[in-house]
């Protein structure tokens, strides 16, 4: 048997993969320790001591980085207020904010009724770099409270992932 069965369904063809039970190879057990190792260690490191409510990220991406906010009139607005609401299923408070640099375009989405934060940028690789940096930023300064440490909660995860990513 080749591991793969092939079922016939209303909607077409479906495969299912059967794993099976293999040793892990020792690259891959050294890998995971160390990124274990590593995610210890920043998990360490994050205090609840200086954090921020989503506000107050809101002016400082505008004050410290330059961003500024986007027309809720235009296009690019209402395609991420259609984007995000769709993923949210709820009534959200959205705000945009948009950098134009050398062929660079930034863009920081901060929904203020979750505290949902995310970006994009399309440029060159320097620019793309320098994104990251900002980014990383942001979600330090907004940091986390004692209660999303305790519970590890989406928040949490995000300070950690984004700590984790090379600066």
Same mark, same amino acid.
């Given at each position: 048997?080749?591991g793969?069965?092939?079922?016939?369904?209303?909607?077409?063809?479906?495969?299912?993969?059967?794993?099976?039970?293999?040793?892990?190879?020792?690259?891959?057990?050294?890998?995971?320790?160390?990124?274990?190792?590593?995610?210890?260690e920043?998990?360490?490191?994050?205090?609840?001591?200086?954090?921020?409510?989503?506000?107050?990220?809101?002016?400082?991406?505008?004050?410290?980085?330059?961003?500024?906010?986007?027309?809720?009139?235009?296009?690019?607005?209402?395609?991420?207020?259609?984007?995000?609401?769709h993923?949210?299923?709820?009534?959200?408070?959205?705000?945009?904010?948009?950098?134009?640099?050398?062929?660079?375009?930034? &863009?920081?989405? @901060? =929904?203020? %009724?979750?505290? !949902?934060?995310?970006?994009?940028?399309?440029?060159?690789?320097?620019?793309?770099?320098?994104?990251?940096?900002?980014?990383?930023?942001?979600?330090?300064?907004?940091?986390?409270m004692? &209660?999303?440490? @305790? =519970?590890? %909660?989406?928040? !949490?995860?995000?300070?950690?992932?984004?700590?984790?990513?090379?600066?």
């Amino acid at each position: 048997m080749n591991g793969v069965n092939d079922y016939d369904n209303f909607d077409g063809p479906t495969s299912a993969y059967v794993k099976r039970n293999r040793k892990t190879s020792f690259a891959y057990k050294f890998k995971k320790m160390l990124y274990e190792r590593k995610k210890a260690e920043v998990e360490k490191s994050i205090s609840f001591d200086d954090n921020h409510a989503i506000e107050e990220v809101c002016q400082y991406v505008q004050e410290q980085w330059g961003f500024k906010e986007a027309d809720r009139n235009s296009a690019e607005y209402k395609f991420m207020y259609k984007q995000i609401k769709h993923d949210m299923n709820s009534e959200i408070n959205l705000f945009l904010y948009v950098r134009e640099d050398n062929d660079a375009h930034m &863009d920081i989405e @901060i =929904e203020t %009724t979750t505290g !949902y934060i995310t970006g994009g940028v399309t440029g060159k690789k320097s620019s793309i770099k320098e994104f990251n940096k900002i980014l990383r930023d942001i979600f330090i300064y907004y940091g986390v409270m004692q &209660d999303d440490i @305790i =519970e590890k %909660t989406k928040r !949490y995860k995000n300070l950690v992932s984004i700590l984790m990513q090379e600066a």
